[in-house]
């Protein structure tokens, strides 16, 4: 089990940027698959960015360009750098690991291992 401690939300205008940090327990960090999610009122949880324990990333079509994620294994770091941010953004962000070998995909079910969650609001 990885216990995952997310920060760095906040409200922002639109244009803005934030940067959201997650930190995780475990000896094993850099093997992991990692991931930010973000979940709306009323909608369900959506993928928005993923790397591998290699380093291979992919975001999802609805931030790339403006969100960058990245890790420090060094530190059992993550990180999603957020710019350009629009009203719709505003959502939970959660950090996700998945700790078995393969299956890293940008969907929920692939990951057993959460955050509590950042709140992110972007007002215009």
């Known amino acids: 089990q990885v216990q995952l401690v997310e920060s760095g939300g906040g409200s922002v205008r639109t244009g803005g940027s934030l940067r959201l940090s997650c930190v995780a327990s475990?000896?094993?960090?850099?093997?992991?698959?990692m991931a930010w999610f973000r979940q709306a009122p009323g909608k369900e949880r959506e993928g928005v960015a993923i790397?591998?324990?290699?380093?291979?990333?992919s975001v999802s079509v609805f931030v790339k360009g403006r969100f960058t994620i990245s890790r420090d294994n060094g530190n059992n770091s993550l990180y999603l750098q957020m710019n350009s941010l629009k009203t719709e953004d505003t959502a939970m962000y959660y950090c996700?690991?998945?700790?078995?070998?393969?299956?890293?995909?940008?969907?929920?079910?692939?990951?057993?291992?959460w955050g509590q969650g950042t709140q992110v609001t972007v007002s215009s």
């Open positions: 996700a690991a998945r700790t078995f070998v393969g299956g890293c995909y940008l969907l929920p079910r692939y990951f057993a291992n």
């Open positions: 475990g000896d094993t960090y850099s093997k992991n698959c």
């Open positions: 790397i591998d324990s290699d380093g291979s990333t």
